[in-house]
């Protein structure tokens, strides 16, 4: 009898940026920097799971074991919270997106794990429901938002735990200056130097950029997003964890360059922009490496759609 060939599925996330300056956990963009994830059930009495994942640098020393590894462990919460059995299976992982780098890594995989455990169980996994799973490991809904719809994404929890996840369109001549300076940077660590209570001016001040943004990018007043990127909630407290950052918040206007803020929680800075990419990014990379750190500067355009499962897109429910 001949023998079937193992069930296989795939996923591609695309990278994100969260906050983009005033817009402090609410705001998330995708960028076409991808991470791609094959799942091959195993069968067989001696059949476990495992994870291989190759790409940027420290991706193949990311865990295999199911314990360990991100996207197995969002495939093992999305299949238990489910009652669900998760099969055994082997993923094959290609990654472009910085380890810790404040794109989106972290949220990529809770989203691909999250669309995997569905897929290799059997069931249809909706944007909604997707949106709760993963952002009960996430703990935010900025980044998480933008890797399963894409393009710019507002989000937030409501009062019984369901996320809501509004997409806009996001300008096409508007790219993204990624540079991320190579150095450690833990999430954790980020969110630690942040206070616990903010002042009703700093509020205030967030509160009107942010709605800033959104109307700029409406009424295509591109140039008001210099204003509506400048931020006093978060990043002046992680300057002192990324040598530079001061410096590059302060940085000049350049013809082409939009505005400037930390990614995320950081190290990566982006740079919004129409033209001068590679001026930009350089001008960025030099004050990092003033501080004695080298950078990698990426130029990306945002990614149009989130998340695809065998090459199709979620329902919404």
């Given amino acids: 009898m001949k023998k079937s060939k193992p069930r296989s599925y795939e996923v591609r996330v695309p990278a994100s940026s969260a906050n983009l300056g005033a817009g402090f956990d609410c705001f998330g963009l995708a960028l076409e920097l991808f ?23 420290g991706s193949e020393s ?15 919460h999305a299949a238990e919270r489910h009652g669900l059995q998760l099969p055994p299976v082997h993923l094959a992982v290609q990654n472009q997106i910085p380890i810790a780098g404040g794109l989106g890594s972290s949220a990529a995989a809770i989203v691909a794990g999250t669309a995997l455990g569905f897929a290799v169980c059997g069931k249809k996994l909706t944007e909604e429901n ?3 799973l993963a952002a009960e490991m996430e703990q935010h809904t900025d980044n998480v938002g933008a890797a399963l719809l894409g393009e710019l994404v507002v989000s ?34 980020s969110r630690a130097a ?24 409406d009424d295509q007043r591109h140039d008001l997003l210099w204003d509506a ?15 530079g950052l001061a410096e590059v918040l302060a940085i000049p206007r350049i013809p ?27 001008a960025i990379a030099g004050h990092f490496e003033r501080k004695g750190l080298s950078s990698t500067v990426r130029n990306l355009a945002v990614a149009q759609e989130g998340i695809r499962v065998d090459g199709k897109r979620l329902t919404k429910r």
């Fill in 35 to 57: 991470l791609t994830v094959r799942a091959t059930v195993q069968s067989g009495p001696s059949a476990g799971s495992e994870a291989r994942t190759r790409g940027v640098d």
């Fill in 62 to 76: 990311l865990p295999s074991a199911p314990g360990e590894n991100l996207i197995l462990r969002a495939m093992q």
């Fill in 130 to 132: 997707a949106l709760r």
């Fill in 156 to 189: 937030f929890v409501g009062a019984d735990g369901n996320v809501i996840a509004l997409r806009k369109n996001w300008p096409k001549q508007i790219r993204v200056v990624a540079v991320t300076p190579k150095m450690t940077l833990q999430t954790a660590a």
């Fill in 194 to 217: 942040l206070p616990q209570a903010v002042e009703h001016a700093a509020a205030v001040h967030n509160l009107q950029r942010s709605a800033l943004f959104l109307a700029a990018l």
């Fill in 229 to 243: 990127m400048q931020d006093r909630l978060h990043q002046s407290y992680r300057q002192a964890l990324i040598p």
């Fill in 256 to 282: 082409g360059l939009l505005g400037v803020a930390l990614s995320g929680a950081g190290p990566t800075v982006i740079a919004l922009a129409t033209r001068n990419f590679a001026q930009i990014g350089k």
